[in-house]
């Protein structure tokens, strides 16, 4: 059974930047058939996805547009999860942030991890 | 990008009755090289991530009760909760895989009349 367990800090000061890691049990981040993805969620914004990583022979990643700049998603294969980063946060930065899993290449999210609210605030 | 519109917003129903939420996207999410439509239905209850419920528009996950149930192809779907449970009180989303950005609704609240 494959389990995400999410850590990182609940707060985060404006400008500076928001770093969450995903550890993963039961699957491989260097898995072929598998992407890693994080994804948001904000009562202004709704569900979003920011963005994955994923390892076809070499490691690729996809990112939102809304985030692009300030985003990366970045595996570890020794410790087997993932990271996200996101800089130059604002008060819209403040949401609960979810890891999850999607087999193969464009599919569901499942499993997801338990959540983490970040409150972007001075 | 693909925008994913559900309606109702909310919706109460009694116990025992039929509960029926729809999603339209903005794009067709059906496949043609393998005639599957992108598109999952999740479940959220307070404090907790969101539940996969269907994929592949009607593909119910395994341990999901019967009385959940997707249909539709294209542009239109539906989730229908039959003999609606005091459980079932959550939001519901509908979420398209067929192109990053992925997708999701706005939600449906979903509430006992």
């Known amino acids: 059974q494959v389990q995400l367990q999410q850590s990182g800090p609940g707060l985060v000061k404006p400008s500076q930047t928001l770093s969450l890691t995903c550890a993963i049990s039961?699957?491989?981040?260097?898995?072929?058939?598998?992407?890693w993805n994080w994804i948001r969620q904000s009562p202004s914004r709704g569900l979003e996805w920011l963005g994955r990583?994923?390892?076809?022979?070499?490691?690729?990643?996809d990112y939102a547009v809304s985030v692009k700049s300030r985003v990366t998603v970045n595996p570890d294969t020794s410790k087997n999860q993932l990271s996200l980063h996101l800089n130059s946060v604002t008060p819209e930065d403040t949401a609960v942030y979810y890891c999850?899993?999607?087999?193969?290449?464009?599919?569901?999210?499942?499993?997801w991890g338990q959540g983490t609210l970040v409150t972007v605030s001075s | 990008d693909i925008v994913m519109t559900q309606s109702p917003d909310s919706l109460a129903v009694s116990l025992g009755e039929r509960a029926t939420i729809n999603c339209k996207s903005s794009?067709?999410?059906?496949?043609?090289?393998?005639?599957?439509?992108?598109l999952g239905w999740y479940q959220q209850k307070p404090g907790q991530p969101p539940k996969l419920l269907i994929y592949?528009?009607?593909t119910r996950e395994s341990g999901v009760p019967d009385r959940f149930s997707g249909s539709g192809s294209g542009t239109d779907f539906t989730l229908t909760i039959t003999s609606l449970q005091a459980e079932d009180v959550a939001v519901y989303y509908c979420?398209?895989?067929?192109?990053?950005?992925?997708?999701f609704g706005q939600g449906t609240k979903l509430e006992i009349k």
């Open positions: 990583t994923y390892y076809r022979s070499q490691w690729f990643n």
């Open positions: 592949w528009a009607s």
């Open positions: 039961g699957d491989s981040v260097s898995s072929n058939s598998a992407t």
């Open positions: 999850a899993r999607v087999i193969g290449g464009d599919g569901w999210f499942d499993p």
């Open positions: 794009q067709n999410v059906l496949y043609s090289s393998n005639n599957k439509n992108y």
């Open positions: 979420q398209q895989y067929y192109s990053t950005p992925y997708s």
